[in-house]
Nanobody, 125 residues
């Protein structure tokens, strides 16, 4: 199993940047596909970004492509989400997720078995 804990959320003005981190614990972390999702008030959980277990592949939601970057450091058991040019519509609780599936391109929350507790990101206009 994998346990996940996010950090780095906060309040930022539109156009600003934030970096979210996800600390993973448990065995075989490096073999998991990792993802970030977000959930705004009154809306469903939506995919943001994903990274394959080998780090050779990353994929993003169209709404964040070119602004957000996902990365992982298997030696440190961590995954990060660098968020630039933030917009008020990026306001949400952001969740780190892990999937035991070894492929790439997973954007459906049901494909991820493990979840962090979430961290709030608020972007003011």
């Amino acid at each position: 199993q994998v346990q996940l804990a996010e950090s780095g959320g906060g309040l930022v003005q539109a156009g600003g940047s934030l970096r979210l981190s996800c600390a993973a614990s448990g065995r075989a972390y490096s073999l998991y596909t990792m993802g970030w999702f977000r959930q705004a008030p009154g809306k469903g959980r939506e995919f943001v970004a994903g990274i394959s277990w080998s780090t050779s592949s990353t994929w993003y939601a169209d709404s964040v492509k070119g602004r957000f970057t996902i990365s992982r450091d298997n030696a440190k058991n961590a995954v990060a989400l660098q968020m630039n040019s933030l917009k008020p519509e990026d306001t949400a609780v952001y969740y780190c997720a892990a999937s035991s599936r070894r492929g790439a391109g997973y954007t459906t929350s049901a494909l991820y078995e493990y979840w962090g507790q979430g961290t709030q990101v608020t972007v003011s206009s």
